[in-house]
């Protein structure tokens, strides 16, 4: 009993453990994948209908794409339970949906000189009368700026010159140019508005000491009401009705000696959303390159024994799983944004590699000539492993990701492993049932793209003289054996290819050291919009947006000497904060102080270093300043229920002139932090830009989690397949080289890290591991030296390798034209991520390999004692060593295991 203890499982060593566990999980994938091959002959019209009639009711969820697209960025981009989240809710609960500023720039033309002109002012009259009158319709009602504007005193809260001019026209035309800007200096560069809130001259206009006007602008604070909410993401329709029409209005006529721009958050979403409806035009033309690509690589100079058409049919397959993967998703409720629709061309490029690994495996050597059951059941076999492997590792890198709190990095990592999953699916069984049907054809000696008309020389080349051998290797294969391999794997090709590695990754570590995270909405714009011209005037003469920010209060005392205290603290705070735009702040509480101050009847106190009012007459003495001239700028700011102070708010204007993202997540922390003195209100602080500054605080935190559990995953998953650690440690440290040297691709493509360009590095594990782990199993399964196994490895894999990388970049190609910046992004991150990929592949690992010249499967099998049936077959295992462990289940019985010799896949 004791000896056949010793013999069991507990007696290996965990490097045996990993062996055996690696030859049992590559015997049963050889073994089932057999026997799929030969059910594909036996039953090929059912694996060619049924697959297809399985993906139609997913590809019926694609009827819920309009009703689950998201495209609030507030919504995509920021991580779940922010503060900046949290804060939204409670402040749309007792608040709505707050305010946002809609702009209209003015210029001379041409630019640069004096916009203060008599002329100008009159066409800048006209233009207002114009803004203010328009209308606009929604839900069947018909509105115009009073409509949609925030009221104070019945009057539309704006700013612009125009209230230096008391809005009179007559007074307008009768001054001089000079005049103009006199009245501006003899009032101090300040007036009053109509609504009763000062206005300066820097808050309407950028001018010069000398009395040059350069730009001016009009300011409209748009009120957004929940009901004007219909689709609950924060962006209320109707005025997002009245900013669409101001656009046309300012865009449809000529404002004489004027330029004028219209600015709001409706037109820059609309112009956002437009453009990227456009790049989805260049999707067929990345298929219809890839089809042609992959028909070339399929095809071969005979009209029997190419296999063209396969390429047509494998591109119908990745469609469909592309179309069922985006149902499913959408069945199972999971977001969908414009990010989603990358995958379109990610999945394309994924699907064919499959395709190139399984007809490699059916045409190659040693199966071409076998019985059309036997040869599509081996090449199944052969490719069986191959697939798998990359298909689990692209699925746990994905499955990663779904874990991400990031919703636009989970959803499009769902949407991906989804995809693979089905795209893996529909490989193995609809196009593999093709693969066998095109074998068949050729056997019946007939024409590849005319398939039921047989070939009256089936031999011939069909250019040039003689007859076609089937055996003869493609033009890359002799390159690879002949040229390329050699050369690498020589003394003056190590040396080449790791100074080559060796600078890629140091450029990639300098490029990380100067990275930088920033996000901005803007860069959603397309560069040859019209709305560039927009925010080249607001950068030029503006600095930036002024970005609305406020300060909420909450139910509480208001009356209590230390509610008052803190709340004269905080606006304090408030006045004193240099990080807003000067005089920005609708403050009401140095009013309401100054009006009790001017009643000899109400009792002041001071408290904690601070005048207040005193406690048992502050609600009376608030409503008595609500109800007066005094307090009538602020109703709308103040929430009353029951003659007592219920809520509060106090909006401002952040200054983002410097538009780096540190500066502004400082802004946020600094509002956060006046808020913190209102304690015992709950003051809030909130913009509309927050949860991008919360999104940046946390995000790299995240991708790093995402990224750690990606690579662990893989490196589980390939020392599994490989039964070796040390070979695994290898293809992870190359998957986090590859990682580096696309992050510093970000630095050299001039982009920034944040949430879009970050998901990729992500997806980059995935997708780099094909080619390393191929080059990697291709190595392990050869003996002889390090340099000879190096060689063969590229002979027969290299190939598949850079066919893989080639047909993805084709795909991509056409993105080189994309307008809108997830586009964008994606071509250039994608294309270094192939790039850097087939280069640490195919220069790189190899050379590695022959250095450390890890064990062969038949090496490491032959020292444990385990049976050898061929130099790539490590499936077989010798049961009498061990008969505890292989007798355990039939899985491990050694007579099951045993398999004839294979071949890695040269395709």
Same mark, same amino acid.
């Given at each position: 009993?004791?000896?056949?203890?010793?013999?069991?499982?507990?007696?290996?060593?965990c490097g045996e453990q990993v062996l055996y566990l690696s030859q049992a999980c590559d015997s049963f994938i050889y073994?089932?994948?057999?026997?799929?091959?030969?059910?594909?002959?036996?039953?090929?019209?059912?694996?060619?209908?049924?697959?297809?009639?399985?993906?139609?009711?997913?590809?019926?969820?694609?009827?819920?794409?309009?009703?689950?697209?998201?495209?609030?960025?507030?919504?995509?981009?920021?991580?779940?339970?922010?503060?900046?989240?949290?804060?939204?809710?409670?402040?749309?609960?007792?608040?709505?949906?707050?305010?946002?500023?809609?702009?209209?720039?003015?210029?001379?033309?041409?630019?640069?000189?004096?916009?203060?002109?008599?002329?100008?002012?009159?066409?800048?009259?006209?233009?207002?009368?114009?803004?203010?009158?328009?209308?606009?319709?929604?839900?069947?009602?018909?509105?115009?700026?009073?409509?949609?504007?925030?009221?104070?005193?019945?009057?539309?809260?704006?700013?612009?010159?125009?209230?230096?001019?008391?809005?009179?026209?007559?007074?307008?035309?009768?001054?001089?140019?000079?005049?103009?800007?006199?009245?501006?200096?003899?009032?101090?560069?300040?007036?009053?508005?109509?609504?009763?809130?000062?206005?300066?001259?820097?808050?309407?206009?950028?001018?010069?000491?000398?009395?040059?006007?350069?730009?001016?602008?009009?300011?409209?604070?748009?009120?957004?009401?929940?009901?004007?909410?219909?689709?609950?993401?924060?962006?209320?329709?109707?005025?997002?009705?009245?900013?669409?029409?101001?656009?046309?209005?300012?865009?449809?006529?000529?404002?004489?000696?004027?330029?004028?721009?219209?600015?709001?958050?409706?037109?820059?979403?609309?112009?956002?959303?437009?453009?990227?409806?456009?790049?989805?035009?260049?999707?067929?033309?990345?298929?219809?390159?890839?089809?042609?690509?992959?028909?070339?690589?399929?095809?071969?100079?005979?009209?029997?024994?190419?296999?063209?058409?396969?390429?047509?049919?494998?591109?119908?397959?990745?469609?469909?799983?592309?179309?069922?993967?985006?149902?499913?998703?959408?069945?199972?409720?999971?977001?969908?944004?414009?990010?989603?629709?990358?995958?379109?061309?990610?999945?394309?490029?994924?699907?064919?590699?499959?395709?190139?690994?399984?007809?490699?495996?059916?045409?190659?050597?040693?199966?071409?000539?076998?019985?059309?059951?036997?040869?599509?059941?081996?090449?199944?076999?052969?490719?069986?492993?191959?697939?798998?492997?990359?298909?689990?590792?692209?699925?746990?890198?994905?499955?990663?990701?779904?874990?991400?709190?990031?919703?636009?990095?989970?959803?499009?990592?769902?949407?991906?492993?989804?995809?693979?999953?089905?795209?893996?699916?529909?490989?193995?069984?609809?196009?593999?049932?093709?693969?066998?049907?095109?074998?068949?054809?050729?056997?019946?000696?007939?024409?590849?793209?005319?398939?039921?008309?047989?070939?009256?020389?089936?031999?011939?080349?069909?250019?040039?003289?003689?007859?076609?051998?089937?055996?003869?290797?493609?033009?890359?294969?002799?390159?690879?054996?002949?040229?390329?391999?050699?050369?690498?794997?020589?003394?003056?090709?190590?040396v080449v290819g790791v100074a080559l590695g060796l600078s890629l990754l140091g450029l990639g570590i300098w490029a990380?050291?100067?990275?930088?995270?920033?996000?901005?909405?803007?860069?959603?714009?397309?560069?040859?919009?019209?709305?560039?011209?927009?925010?080249?005037?607001?950068?030029?003469?503006?600095?930036?947006?002024?970005?609305?920010?406020?300060?909420?209060?909450?139910?509480?005392?208001?009356?209590?000497?230390?509610?008052?205290?803190?709340?004269?603290?905080?606006?304090?705070?408030?006045?004193?904060?240099?990080?807003?735009?000067?005089?920005?702040?609708v403050n009401w509480w140095p009013d309401f102080i100054a009006f009790a101050e001017s009643n000899a009847s109400t009792?002041?106190?001071?408290?904690?270093?601070?005048?207040?009012?005193?406690?048992?007459?502050?609600?009376?003495?608030?409503?008595?300043?609500?109800?007066?001239?005094?307090?009538?700028?602020?109703?709308?700011?103040?929430?009353?229920?029951?003659?007592?102070?219920?809520?509060?708010?106090?909006?401002?204007?952040?200054?983002?002139?410097?538009?780096?993202?540190?500066?502004?997540?400082?802004?946020?922390?600094?509002?956060?932090?006046?808020?913190?003195?209102?304690?015992?209100?709950?003051?809030?602080?909130?913009?509309?830009?927050?949860?991008?500054?919360?999104?940046?605080?946390?995000?790299?935190?995240?991708?790093?989690?995402?990224?750690?559990?990606?690579?662990?995953?893989?490196?589980?998953?390939?020392?599994?397949?490989?039964?070796?650690?040390?070979?695994?440690?290898?293809?992870?440290?190359?998957?986090?080289?590859?990682?580096?040297?696309?992050?510093?691709?970000?630095?050299?493509?001039?982009?920034?890290?944040?949430?879009?360009?970050?998901?990729?590095?992500?997806?980059?594990?995935?997708?780099?591991?094909?080619?390393?782990?191929?080059?990697?199993?291709?190595?392990?399964?050869?003996?002889?030296?390090?340099?000879?196994?190096? *060689?063969?490895?590229?002979?027969? &894999? #290299?190939? @598949?390798? +850079? %066919? $893989?990388? !080639?047909?993805?970049? =084709?795909? /991509?190609?056409?993105?080189?034209?994309?307008?809108?910046?997830?586009?964008?992004?994606?071509? *250039?991150?994608?294309?270094?991520? &192939? #790039?850097? @990929?087939? +280069? %640490? $592949?195919? !220069?790189?690992?190899? =050379?590695? /390999?022959?250095?450390?010249?890890?064990?062969?499967?038949?090496?490491?099998?032959?020292?444990?004692?385990?049976?050898?049936?061929?130099?790539?077959?490590?499936?077989?295992?010798?049961?009498?060593?061990?008969?505890?462990?292989?007798?355990?289940?039939?899985?491990?019985?050694?007579?099951?295991?045993?398999?004839?010799?294979?071949?890695?896949?040269?395709?």
């Amino acid at each position: 009993m004791a000896a056949e203890e010793d013999n069991g499982w507990g007696s290996l060593t965990c490097g045996e453990q990993v062996l055996y566990l690696s030859q049992a999980c590559d015997s049963f994938i050889y073994r089932r994948f057999k026997v799929l091959g030969g059910m594909l002959h036996d039953y090929r019209w059912r694996f060619l209908i049924i697959p297809i009639l399985l993906m139609l009711p997913m590809i019926g969820g694609t009827t819920q794409l309009s009703r689950l697209t998201e495209d609030d960025p507030a919504k995509l981009y920021v991580p779940e339970n922010t503060k900046a989240e949290q804060d939204d809710v409670k402040i749309k609960a007792s608040f709505g949906l707050g305010e946002r500023i809609a702009h209209v720039y003015a210029t001379t033309n041409p630019d640069g000189s004096n916009i203060l002109t008599t002329e100008n002012v009159l066409t800048l009259y006209d233009a207002w009368d114009n803004v203010t009158t328009f209308t606009s319709a929604h839900a069947g009602e018909t509105f115009n700026l009073s409509g949609v504007c925030q009221l104070i005193r019945g009057q539309c809260q704006k700013q612009t010159i125009l209230a230096f001019y008391d809005y009179n026209r007559t007074q307008i035309a009768e001054l001089s140019d000079a005049q103009l800007w006199q009245t501006i200096v003899d009032a101090n560069y300040t007036t009053t508005e109509e609504d009763g809130l000062t206005v300066t001259l820097g808050a309407v206009a950028s001018y010069n000491t000398d009395g040059t006007v350069l730009s001016t602008k009009f300011n409209m604070i748009i009120e957004q009401k929940v009901e004007d909410d219909s689709n609950g993401d924060g962006n209320a329709e109707k005025p997002k009705a009245w900013e669409l029409e101001l656009s046309q209005v300012i865009r449809s006529r000529s404002w004489g000696s004027l330029s004028l721009y219209s600015d709001s958050f409706g037109e820059l979403n609309e112009v956002a959303s437009a453009a990227f409806g456009g790049d989805l035009t260049l999707l067929p033309v990345g298929y219809i390159l890839l089809v042609m690509y992959a028909t070339a690589v399929l095809s071969r100079n005979s009209s029997v024994h190419s296999h063209g058409t396969l390429a047509l049919v494998s591109f119908f397959a990745v469609c469909i799983a592309i179309l069922a993967s985006f149902g499913l998703g959408l069945w199972f409720q999971i977001p969908f944004s414009s990010m989603i629709f990358t995958l379109a061309f990610l999945l394309l490029g994924l699907g064919t590699d499959d395709t190139f690994v399984l007809v490699a495996a059916f045409q190659h050597k040693d199966v071409l000539h076998l019985e059309p059951r036997e040869r599509v059941a081996e090449a199944m076999a052969r490719a069986g492993s191959s697939i798998t492997v990359t298909s689990l590792t692209d699925l746990v890198a994905f499955l990663a990701g779904s874990y991400c709190s990031i919703p636009v990095v989970r959803a499009f990592c769902q949407y991906a492993a989804i995809g693979v999953t089905l795209d893996f699916f529909l490989q193995v069984t609809f196009f593999s049932v093709a693969m066998y049907m095109s074998g068949t054809r050729e056997e019946q000696q007939k024409i590849d793209w005319l398939c039921c008309f047989l070939s009256s020389k089936p031999d011939s080349k069909l250019v040039g003289k003689g007859d076609f051998s089937r055996d003869q290797p493609e033009m890359l294969t002799v390159f690879l054996e002949t040229i390329y391999a050699p050369r690498l794997i020589s003394r003056g090709g190590k040396v080449v290819g790791v100074a080559l590695g060796l600078s890629l990754l140091g450029l990639g570590i300098w490029a990380c050291t100067r990275v930088t995270v920033d996000f901005e909405y803007e860069w959603f714009i397309p560069d040859d919009s019209y709305f560039q011209d927009t925010l080249a005037v607001r950068k030029r003469y503006y600095g930036a947006r002024e970005v609305p920010v406020a300060m909420y209060t909450f139910s509480g005392n208001y009356s209590s000497s230390l509610s008052q205290s803190q709340y004269s603290k905080m606006t304090t705070a408030l006045e004193n904060n240099d990080m807003l735009v000067e005089d920005s702040c609708v403050n009401w509480w140095p009013d309401f102080i100054a009006f009790a101050e001017s009643n000899a009847s109400t009792a002041m106190t001071t408290f904690d270093g601070e005048r207040i009012v005193g406690s048992t007459v502050f609600d009376q003495t608030f409503l008595n300043f609500y109800n007066d001239d005094a307090g009538s700028p602020y109703r709308n700011y103040l929430t009353v229920s029951n003659d007592v102070l219920e809520l509060t708010e106090i909006p401002c204007r952040d200054d983002t002139a410097r538009r780096d993202m540190t500066y502004r997540t400082e802004q946020m922390d600094r509002m956060r932090e006046i808020a913190e003195i209102c304690w015992s209100l709950g003051a809030v602080a909130l913009g509309p830009a927050y949860w991008v500054q919360d999104a940046h605080k946390i995000f790299l935190r995240e991708i790093v989690i995402n990224l750690a559990c990606a690579l662990a995953g893989v490196f589980f998953i390939t020392t599994l397949m490989l039964g070796s650690l040390v070979p695994s440690l290898i293809v992870t440290f190359l998957l986090v080289v590859i990682d580096v040297e696309v992050l510093g691709s970000i630095y050299l493509s001039g982009d920034y890290f944040n949430t879009v360009t970050g998901i990729n590095l992500v997806l980059a594990v995935g997708l780099s591991v094909d080619a390393v782990a191929h080059i990697t199993h291709a190595f392990l399964a050869h003996d002889g030296t390090g340099d000879e196994r190096a *060689r063969r490895a590229l002979v027969e &894999i #290299g190939r @598949s390798v +850079f %066919n $893989g990388a !080639v047909s993805t970049m =084709i795909v /991509l190609l056409p993105l080189v034209g994309a307008r809108t910046y997830v586009f964008q992004v994606f071509f *250039r991150t994608f294309m270094a991520i &192939i #790039g850097y @990929s087939a +280069f %640490n $592949g195919l !220069v790189v690992l190899p =050379i590695i /390999l022959s250095v450390v010249v890890p064990s062969s499967y038949n090496t490491r099998r032959s020292r444990l004692g385990l049976e050898e049936h061929g130099r790539n077959n490590k499936s077989s295992v010798d049961s009498q060593k061990h008969p505890t462990i292989f007798n355990a289940s039939p899985v491990f019985n050694a007579s099951q295991m045993s398999q004839p010799p294979r071949a890695v896949s040269s395709f």
